[in-house]
């Protein structure tokens, strides 16, 4: 089991631009959720996806979107990006059939540097 | 509404000595708590999870932690430090299955970062 994996590892991006970070979830799961951890900060929720669908959403502009696929992986876009969206993005996945505990599995990171 | 306060920015112990990270919670709804550990240039990994069976509950590498409902705290313990855990640690809460908005989200405490000497 791959566990959750995540693309890419590194990214450098300049004001203005914009990114698109990718994720598989764990085998068998099939909810997505997205946490932004600014340095030094503890992580911070985006949004969460389920069957295709955004369900939940933290407090982050339209900036951020997502998207899952049929195969539960998902993308995490962010247009006109600024100096404070450099952080780490982490994908975390979870079976919906554990939704009464909400227990999460992460993925390693995407680090985003905008300069 | 949830949020979760980590009374220590920085721990720092001695190798072979206790650990104790103190964690208080809030939450409208009764709360799922998880303890997480992240490893420089690491992912999150999950070290234990109370979902309201025992308040006792034991993780991997030793830790554990209790809940206790009426001071609202899940503080993380390991009886005696390794070097390798070393690391920075993370409160999580989220309310257990139906809690209004907040359901599927974690919220994450600012993190506690544990240094172990030798």
């Known amino acids: 089991d791959a566990g959750v994996t995540q693309s890419p590892t590194h990214l450098i991006k300049t004001r203005g631009q914009q990114v698109t970070l990718r994720c598989s979830p764990k085998?068998?799961?099939?909810?997505v959720s997205w946490y932004q951890q600014a340095l030094g900060q503890g992580p911070q929720f985006i949004f969460q996806?389920?069957?295709?669908?955004?369900?939940q959403r933290g407090n982050f502009p339209d900036r951020f979107s997502g998207h899952q696929f049929p195969n539960y992986s998902s993308e995490l876009n962010v247009n006109a990006l600024l100096l404070g969206d450099s952080a780490l993005y982490l994908c975390a996945s979870s079976p919906s059939e554990s939704s009464s505990y909400n227990e999460q599995f992460f993925g390693p990171g995407t680090r985003l540097t905008v300069l | 509404a949830q949020s979760v306060t980590q009374l220590d920015s920085h721990v720092s112990v001695s190798e072979g000595t206790p650990v104790l990270l103190r964690c208080n919670y809030s939450?409208?709804?009764?709360?799922?708590l998880f303890w997480y550990v992240q490893h420089p240039n690491k992912g999150l990994q999950l070290l234990l999870k109370?979902?309201?069976?025992?308040?006792l509950v034991k993780g991997i590498n030793g830790f554990e932690a209790e809940f206790k409902k009426s001071e609202t705290s899940f503080h993380l313990t390991k009886p005696s430090a390794h070097m390798s855990d070393a690391a920075e640690y993370f409160c999580v809460v989220t309310p257990q299955g139906g809690g209004g908005t907040s359901y599927g989200k974690l919220t994450f405490g600012q993190g506690t970062i544990l240094t172990v000497h030798p």
């Open positions: 109370y979902t309201s069976a025992a308040t």
């Open positions: 939450s409208s709804y009764s709360p799922s």
């Open positions: 996806y389920y069957e295709e669908e955004e369900r």
């Open positions: 085998s068998g799961h099939d909810t």
